[in-house]
T-cell receptor
Framework: GAVVSQHPSRVICKSGTSVKIECRSL??????MFWYRQFPKQSLMLMAT?????????EQGVEKDKFLINHASLTLSTLTVTSAHPEDSSFYIC????????????FGPGTRLTVT | AQSVSQHNHHVILSEAASLELGCNYS??????LFWYVQYPGQHLQLLLK??????LVKGIKGFEAEFIKSKFSFNLRKPSVQWSDTAEYFC?????????????FGTGTKLQVIP
């Protein structure tokens, strides 16, 4: 149980275009989903916390107009990277917290974004 | 704000060797502690967690970790590693202070086990 999926797993896009990444909790309802960014040889950096039906809470330094997050249902959150630039190339990982339960997060497999 | 440091960035061991990965955190209050593992090409998985109670926590695949409050540490151990333990290991912490607090991750330790 507690499986989280992400789509796509890899995406290559051109500078200036937008890319949408989906995060789904497959067998549970997630009150809260989290979006992380992972740079090579670095830790996961929390970008934003997404609560179903409300606006996402962004971490300091993360541009909310560039990284649009929509948590439309208890099983789906999307991250849209708008007007992508090469420096946005990274590994994006989402996680989800059970609607009821402890502080454990369940992670998706990640999405590798390459902006050319 | 809390922070987590993992001292070893890359560890190479032979099979059957014992493993200890260091993790220290900084936060003044009560915390929840986690160790996650990321096998090559796979997503992060929870190895074990500590919320309260016995400070020696046993996880999956023979791993354990000990919370030493006085040292702000939560080191991961395994008495005898296997080649299949080759992975990256992340320590994480979040404050246990009512409601949900965000989780902060360490920079990770890459473990390479040589057959």
């Amino acid at each position: 149980g507690a499986v989280v999926s992400q789509h796509p797993s890899r995406v290559i896009c051109k500078s200036g275009t937008s890319v949408k990444i989906e995060c789904r909790s497959l067998d549970f309802q997630a009150t809260t989903m989290f979006w992380y960014r992972q740079f090579p040889k670095q830790s996961l950096m929390l970008m934003a916390t997404s609560n179903e039906g409300s606006k996402a809470t962004y971490e300091q330094g993360v541009e909310k107009d560039k990284f649009l997050i929509n948590h439309a249902s208890l099983t789906l959150s999307t991250l849209t990277v708008t007007s992508a630039h090469p420096e946005d190339s990274s590994f994006y990982i989402c996680s989800a917290r059970l609607r009821t339960g402890d502080n454990e997060q369940y992670f998706g497999p990640g999405t590798r974004l390459t902006v050319t | 704000a809390q922070s987590v440091s993992q001292h070893n960035h890359h560890v190479i061991l032979s099979e059957a060797a014992s493993l200890e990965l260091g993790c220290n955190y900084s936060y003044g209050g009560t915390v929840n502690l986690f160790w996650y593992v990321q096998y090559p090409g796979q997503h992060l998985q929870l190895l074990l967690k500590y919320f309260s109670g016995d400070p020696l926590v046993k996880g999956i695949k023979g791993f354990e970790a000990e919370f030493i409050k006085s040292k702000f540490s939560f080191n991961l151990r395994k008495p005898s590693v296997q080649w299949s333990d080759t992975a990256e290991y992340f320590c994480a912490v979040n404050p246990n202070s009512g409601g949900y607090q965000k989780v902060t991750f360490g920079t990770g330790t890459k473990l390479q086990v040589i057959p």
